[in-house]
Every structure is written in C-alpha cells, then in structure tokens.
C-alpha cells in the first residue's frame, strides 16, 4: 500500500515524529470522549440512542480529518539520524585493532 501511495502521490510526506504522534492519539481521543459524553447525555434526554451512535460517529469522521493527515503541525520535532555506516568499512577497523 504505501508503494502505490508513493507512485500516486509522489510529493506528499506521509510521517509524523513521535510528538506529532502522541499529540495526534491525544487528540483523537479528547475528540472521542467529548462526543460520546455529550451524544450520550443528548440522547438520554430525549430518549433517543441513535443520536449517541451519530454523536461517535460524527467525532470518528471529525478526528481522522484532524488527525489522519500528516499536517505539518503535527511535523515540528523532526529526529536527527545518525549518518549512516558503511558496514565493510567498520569490520575491517574492527580486525585491524584486534591484531
């Protein structure tokens, strides 16, 4: 799947951080547990369960709009990679210092 995403849509960055990630879980479910308390209290008081279904239904739609795509608020604390290694290099260090 994210082979094809990459072919269609060659430009778009498709990643969080890790921040970006626990802010994103956060506010899925503040979005989650507000809409059912209120769908919840809403129908109770008009006897109705189908508007506390709608309510958590209409917060799962609000919350993968808010937090599916990677917007860039969600990409301020990017990781520092270390530079990579050339593998052969290392070994062959690694034998010169043991004789």
Do not use: C
């Not at 430009?11 to 209120?38: C, M, N, P, S």
């Not at 958590?56 to 990677?70: E, H, K, Q």
Request: net charge positive; glycine share 4%.
């Amino acid at each position: 799947m994210g082979d094809l995403w990459a072919l269609v849509f060659p430009k778009i960055d498709t990643h969080y951080d890790f921040k970006g990630q626990k802010q994103a879980e956060r506010w899925f479910q503040i979005i989650h547990v507000v809409f059912a308390v209120l769908g919840f209290i809403w129908g109770y008081m008009l006897q109705r369960f189908s508007i506390a279904v709608y309510s958590v239904l209409a917060a799962f739609v609000i919350s993968a709009i808010l937090t599916l795509p990677p917007w860039p608020f969600f990409k301020k604390n990017p990781l520092k990679w270390q530079p990579s290694q050339n593998p052969y290099i290392n070994s062959d260090l690694k034998k010169k210092k043991v004789k």
